[in-house]
């Protein structure tokens, strides 16, 4: 059973950075698009950002121009979202997802928590 093992989350402040990783448990798995989701409470599960292979990249509207999401070039399975100018609303549960070959599969990450104080 893959795994995807997410750190990094946390309490900061707001304006504050944070970086998020995101890595599957097997190395051998191939990978096409790997992202990150969030959900605040009562509130949908949504996009925040995805990357694929090729290191095409696309963002949610709420966090274009703060956020940066990149793949570790010597483990594709691997990824980071780099979270700066962090405001309140970004609180949330964030999720890391990943699609197999050909999106034949999905795995999620457990979630973790992050939490802007204003």
């Known amino acids: 059973q893959v795994q995807l093992v997410e750190s990094g989350g946390g309490l900061v402040q707001a304006g504050g950075s944070l970086r998020l990783s995101c890595a599957a448990s097997?190395?051998?798995?191939?990978?096409?698009?790997m992202g990150w989701y969030r959900q605040a409470p009562g509130m949908p599960r949504e996009l925040v950002a995805i990357i694929n292979g090729l290191g095409d990249t696309h963002y949610g509207d709420s966090v274009k121009g703060r956020f940066t999401i990149s793949r570790d070039n010597a483990s594709k399975n691997t990824v980071y979202l780099q979270m700066n100018s962090l405001l309140p609303k970004d609180t949330a549960v964030y999720y890391c997802?990943?699609?197999?070959?050909?999106?034949?599969?999905?795995?999620w990450g457990q979630g973790t928590q992050v939490t802007v104080s204003s």
């Open positions: 997802n990943a699609l197999g070959l050909g999106y034949a599969s999905e795995y």
């Open positions: 097997e190395s051998s798995l191939i990978i096409d698009v």
